[in-house]
Nanobody, 122 residues
Framework: QVQLVESGGGLVQAGGSLRLACAASGRSSWSYAMGWFRQAPGKEREFVAAISQSGGGTNYAALVKGRFTISRDNAKSTVYLQMSSLKPENAAVYYC???????????????WGQGTQVTVSS
């Protein structure tokens, strides 16, 4: 199994940017596809973005495509989510997850981080 720790959340004004990071530790962390999900109060956890093991394949939710970018640095065992043009509705706890395939559903991931809070002020 792999252990995941997110960082980089915080308070940002609408229109601003944040970069989240997810540090992976454990055996063969590079062998996992990685995903970012988010959950706002009272809402279900939703898919944001995913990336393949090599980083050559990415997948985005329609609502964030063009504004968010997922990337990974396997040498550092870290996955990033660069978020720009943030909106108040993007506020949520953001989670990274590890799985076998970069699918847009939380059921495809076995390991989860503890989450990092993103707050967007209007």
């Amino acid at each position: 199994q792999v252990q995941l720790v997110e960082s980089g959340g915080g308070l940002v004004q609408a229109g601003g940017s944040l970069r989240l990071a997810c540090a992976a530790s454990g055996r063969s962390s590079w062998s996992y596809a990685m995903g970012w999900f988010r959950q706002a109060p009272g809402k279900e956890r939703e898919f944001v973005a995913a990336i393949s093991q090599s980083g050559g394949g990415t997948n985005y939710a329609a609502l964030v495509k063009g504004r968010f970018t997922i990337s990974r640095d396997n040498a550092k065992s870290t996955v990033y989510l660069q978020m720009s043009s943030l909106k108040p509705e993007n506020a949520a706890v953001y989670y990274c997850a590890a799985g076998l395939v970069p699918v847009p559903t939380w059921k495809g991931y076995d390991c989860w981080g503890q989450g990092t809070q993103v707050t967007v002020s209007s």
